[in-house]
């Protein structure tokens, strides 16, 4: 059975304190692993697509990496806007559906 | 930019009560879902669609129906709710291209809470 496990479930960081995020998954033929950000009381906002194990994609302070059993979500000099859980999911069929992880709730502060 | 529209944010409704969530999508998208979003437990897929009047079973789709008459538009029904289907129940639409690498796209979802 496919899995997907994100850890640490909260974390709590000073402004400019990096860290790193991890998504660990089991699936039979990975499509992809993807990573959203979601704000309280809204839909979850698409962050990334990786498709193979070495790839990396960066978008501001975030960077996303891919190895053949976990992802990593690495957020650089975070600051309070970043605030947010952060889901991690995998595809592994055809049909387009996505298998989610229970997310990890960051909050930055000042 | 995608556009995925839930029709409510918040719902509340009784114990019996037959209740309908709507979703638009306004970006041609061939395939739509149906997750409920619950504290500790993630998103969970109920039901989706690949096609007009076409729906697969996702994993947790016992007291829930799906309807898809048009491609636009994706309904989520709770046949006779309970207390047990409060939850926050979010939308999402996709298209198959790229061999299935394209992203979902989520509405705001609905909060429904059964009393």
């Known amino acids: 059975e496919d899995q997907v496990t994100q850890s640490p479930e909260a974390l709590r960081l000073q402004e400019g304190e990096s860290s790193s995020l991890n998504c660990s998954y089991t699936?039979?033929?990975?499509?992809?692993l993807f990573w959203y950000r979601q704000d309280p009381g809204k839909g979850p906002e698409f962050l990334f697509t990786l498709y193979s194990a070495g790839e990396e994609k960066e978008k501001e302070r975030l960077k996303a990496t891919l190895t053949k059993k976990e992802s990593f979500l690495h957020i650089t000099a975070p600051k309070p806007e970043d605030s947010a859980t952060y889901l991690c999911a995998v595809r592994a069929d055809s049909w387009g559906k996505l298998q989610f992880g229970a997310g990890t709730q960051v909050v930055v502060t000042p | 930019d995608v556009k995925v529209t839930q029709s409510s944010r918040y719902l509340v409704k009784r114990t019996g009560e037959k209740v309908f969530l709507e979703c638009v999508q306004d970006?041609?998208?061939?395939?739509m879902f149906w997750y409920r979003q619950d504290p500790g437990l993630g998103l969970r897929l109920i039901y989706f669609?690949?096609?007009?009047?076409?729906?697969e079973k996702g994993d947790i789709p016992e007291g829930y129906s799906v309807s898809r008459e048009k491609k636009e538009r994706f309904s989520l029904i709770l046949e006779s709710a309970s207390t047990n289907q409060t939850s926050m129940y979010l939308c999402?639409?996709?298209?198959?291209?790229?061999?299935?690498?394209?992203?979902?796209?989520f509405g705001n979802g609905t909060r429904l809470t059964v009393t």
């Open positions: 970006m041609d998208h061939e395939n």
């Open positions: 999402a639409s996709s298209s198959p291209s790229g061999h299935g690498r394209s992203p979902l796209h």
């Open positions: 699936v039979s033929g990975l499509r992809g």
């Open positions: 669609s690949y096609d007009v009047k076409m729906k």
